[in-house]
């Protein structure tokens, strides 16, 4: 009787050996698992990222980093007149939209408002002094003054042909007035420019 209870023992602690093994064996192989899950999710976290990396570098730079100020005092065609204050000109990288710093003519291409008084009496006169002719780009002295718009517009003056400043003279015949609403360094003598042109009578202030 005793010899059978020490055998079913010894029976029960190989049972529990034979089941200790195993789950070591198994937490083994687990661990291992998880191990080389692991390793392959960062391996294709890796390729993902250099992926990513070289199609970036592969791509051209966007709009805003493409875009290069012609130098200052440099001399460029006008190519086209799009309306009192706004015009196109020729540079070695292609065409380049401008907005003519201080000008505030009427509207005549807006996409949602109508032609303004006045606005194609503007265009005209901005098309005779400008359409064709090499023009002279002048910035802001001020450094606080922006370059762009955020229409992606180079801001600067123009100087005609001549030498005379282009929004000088469009305030002073009165088909434009002066843009105070961003300060710029020529804004007084604008604002003299207008109100001169205003009390006379002349442009669009005949029409007002």
Not at 50 to 58: F, H, I, L, T, V
Not at 74 to 100: C, F, M
Not at 187 to 205: F, K, S, T
């Amino acid at each position: 009787m005793q010899t059978t209870t020490v055998d079913d023992m010894n029976a029960g602690k190989k049972i529990l050996l034979v089941l200790s093994c195993a789950i070591m064996t198994s937490l083994v192989a687990f661990s291992a698992i998880r191990v080389i899950t692991l390793t392959n999710r960062v391996t294709q976290l890796e390729n993902i990222l250099n992926s990513r990396q070289e199609s970036s570098a592969s791509q051209p730079p966007s709009s805003a980093q493409e875009r290069i100020a012609p130098p200052n005092g440099s001399e460029h065609k006008v190519l086209n007149v799009i309306d009192g204050d706004t015009i196109t000109i020729e540079t070695a990288d292609g065409s380049l939209p401008v907005r003519i710093i201080g000008l505030d003519t009427p509207e005549t291409v807006h996409p949602f408002k109508p032609i303004e008084s006045g606005g194609q009496e503007a265009s005209d006169r901005a098309k005779e002094l400008l359409e064709g002719q090499i023009v002279t780009i002048q910035y802001d002295p001020d450094p606080k003054h922006g370059k762009w718009d955020k229409y992606q517009r180079l801001l600067a003056y123009l100087d005609l042909p001549d030498g005379r400043d282009f929004g000088l003279v469009m305030v002073q015949e009165g088909f434009a007035k002066a843009y105070p609403n961003y300060p710029f360094s020529r804004q007084d003598v604008y604002l003299e420019a207008e109100e001169i042109a205003r009390q006379n009578g002349v442009g669009v202030w005949a029409i007002e």
